[in-house]
């Protein structure tokens, strides 16, 4: 046992003598632009968060519970991931798809000796509609959804470069312009919306890449989380009955809205350009 553990101290020691050869031609310091292409999906996640969260007395504490005139709750019927189909739970919701996720980047590397660390901004598209339904006793639908437009990224990546291959973590701030709607099988109430489309967040990741002369090849795998679950509310108001749920409490009505965020993560092939 001892006699292999030499040799493989001796195998680890000579590969690590070597390294510097290869790091000295410093392949990776200096600026690049490139592209991804890759495929985005967005995680199930927790029961207990994709859900829709309710203000009745307008507090500001989306901790409520929506009740009848009898004192039952009018959203019993409980949530579902997706668009749903009709006003009837048992129809189910359409899955929230994977979609296609696009980019362009610019950055700028330094390196000493294996070590590599670096600055990159994005400019990304990702193609999603993420959407949660909730069903009430009446009965009805109320869906609500949201769009990505792109994603601006700001990220930080460090690892290490040996000859022509760099492996690399990555992570930063990210901003996002997200599209808000909502729709509804209710034709009682009146539905207000109030949107900020501006979202932040950040991105968490790692990837690998191999240069061929002044060309990168590589792949990616990107986790984005954006903070949306407050950006975005439905307020239900009248003219209603005085025994409506969403005006039994406050007259003014009910605020709806998500209590999840907006998170996804994308797998990728890059392509650049080093200069």
């Not at 949107?195 to 060309?215: C, S």
Request: net charge negative; hydrophobic share 40%; proline share 4%.
């Amino acid at each position: 046992m001892k006699r292999t553990w030499r040799m493989v101290c001796v195998m680890v020691c000579g590969a690590m003598l070597g390294v510097p050869a290869l790091a000295r031609a410093q392949e990776w310091r200096g600026g690049y632009v490139s592209g991804h292409l890759g495929v985005s999906m967005i995680p199930a996640g927790p029961a207990d968060r994709n859900v829709v969260r309710f203000d009745t007395n307008l507090d500001g504490a989306f901790s409520d519970t929506v009740r009848t005139a009898a004192g039952a709750n009018a959203f019993s019927p409980g949530f579902c991931i997706g668009a749903s189909a009709n006003a009837l739970p048992s129809s189910g919701c359409a899955v929230d798809d994977n979609g296609f996720d696009f980019s362009a980047r610019g950055g700028y590397d330094w390196q000493s000796g294996m070590f590599v660390a670096g600055a990159v901004a994005e400019l990304a598209a990702p193609d999603h509609v993420d959407s949660v339904s909730a069903f009430s006793t009446t009965p009805a639908f109320y869906t609500l959804s949201r769009e990505l437009n792109w994603v601006t990224g700001f990220r930080g990546r460090a690892g290490a470069g040996w000859g022509s291959v760099l492996i690399y973590g990555t992570g930063g701030p990210a901003w996002a312009s997200v599209d808000h709607s909502f729709t509804t099988s209710n034709a009682v109430n009146t539905f207000v919306e109030t949107a900020d489309d501006m979202v932040w967040g950040y991105q968490l990741g790692g990837g690998a890449e191999i240069k061929r002369g002044r060309i990168t090849f590589g792949g990616e795998y990107l986790w984005t989380r954006l903070m949306d679950e407050d950006r975005y509310t439905v307020r239900a108001q009248g003219p209603a009955p005085a025994t409506n749920p969403f005006i039994l409490t406050n007259t003014a009505g009910t605020d709806l809205q998500r209590a999840d965020r907006f998170e996804f993560g994308a797998l990728r092939v890059t392509v650049g350009v080093r200069f």
